[in-house]
């Protein structure tokens, strides 16, 4: 999915219309159509027809490399309309994965495959985007070859991941039966955890509008920073994606799903707080910029793999409420792309005339912020799991060790 969504952003695109850079109009436009696509994701991932996963999944790629060649061929500056119609199928594609993945006792496992796609795949589509462009490629052609490139091999492993049973029995008694949600079901769920909700919710936005503005302008932050060859993008992700996935994989041992849901936060505060001091290190000239941005992505992605897959998995299962994941991950998704839009006007309507210096700011209310978030919804779900059907004293009743299955009573939605 991010060779089409993450390809372009390998051209620099110097030209300007008014106060916007045409490369800011073009990630506008694509945002403004995945996050229309998130908010549809409400919808239809949480009421998904699993028959139908692998055609829609090939046919939402199809349509946004089409959108792609359609950027290619219309002159600029209206060529950028075709990037609103990119993103608006690509929306849905997370989704469209995950409910492989979702309610399996190995579904940590399976979170860091997905981690790594997370980290290290939009690095390498930008290396491989600007070393085409340096080859001489056409920038705009560039973003049609990538997805053209990766297209058959979307459609081998799509094969391969209809090939997964569905969860079994064991799966279901562990992790909780994922099933349809109709509007009903929705509201109550919400209803049943919204200050929780609410503070996560609010926290994501921060992230994935911060993610989303370092992953669009990488390029940029790398050539302010000093740092102007194409393989360093994929060097510091690569070093990025080592850390979370020892992270996440450490996780694997905690058995128990409410305190693992406890432990994650615990571990995004933490990340925060090493972000914070990163900033401050790099502000005064301590740490080079590769260093700085390996604790940035750290600090990004030990809050957005789980946010965007385990965490609310083990959210469901400590709860044990019957639900899917799909719900609060669109939920969370729709409203954190919108900060990601407002991130870029803030920066290109303000003063701010360099990416670094808007990024360096960013980081510290990025970090502040999150900690303050990330401990009030840790001292929510604490109170929470108290008053809750099966747990007593905010852990889970019977249990012995963080690394045995807890057995939580099942309350009626």
Known sequence: MYAYRKGFSAGIYNTKYGKLGFKVILVLLQLFGYILSKFMGIVVISNLDKA??????????????????????????????????????????????????EGRRTSEVLGIGMCISF???????KTIGKTLVNKGLNEKLMPVVVGAIFYPIICLFTFCIELIPPPNEEDIRNRTERVQMNHSDRIKFFCMFWPGIMLMICYYMLVCGYRDFRDNFMIELFEEMGEKKPEYLTYTDLIVTCVIVLIVGLMMLIKNHLIGFYIYH?????????????????????????????????????????????????????????????????????????????????????????????????????????????????????????????????VPDKVESIFTDGDLAQPEL
């Open 119 to 125: 980290i290290f795949s939009s690095s390498v589509i």
């Open 52 to 101: 139908k996963r692998a055609f829609m999944i090939l046919s939402l790629i199809a349509v946004s490399e089409i959108a792609l060649f359609l950027f290619y061929i219309t002159p600029d500056p209206y060529s950028a309309i075709w990037m609103f119609f990119n993103g608006l199928p690509l929306g849905l594609i997370w989704g469209l994965v995950f409910s492989y993945l």
């Open 266 to 394: 615990i571990v995004i505060i933490a990340g925060n707080v090493v972000n914070l001091l990163g900033t401050i290190l790099y502000k005064r000239a301590k740490i080079n910029g590769i260093v700085f941005q390996v604790i940035v992505g750290v600090a990004i992605y030990i809050a957005y793999v789980p946010y965007s897959s385990i965490l609310f998995d083990r959210m469901i299962a400590s709860f044990k409420v019957k639900a899917n994941s799909g719900f609060l991950i669109y939920i969370a998704d729709s409203c954190g792309y919108v900060t990601a839009i407002v991130f870029m006007f803030v920066k290109e309507m303000g003063s701010h005339k360099k990416w670094l210096p808007f990024f360096i700011q960013a980081s510290f209310v990025m970090s502040v912020a999150g900690i303050t978030l990330q401990s009030l919804s840790l001292v929510y779900y604490f109170l929470r799991a108290k008053t809750f059907p099966g747990i007593k004293e905010g």
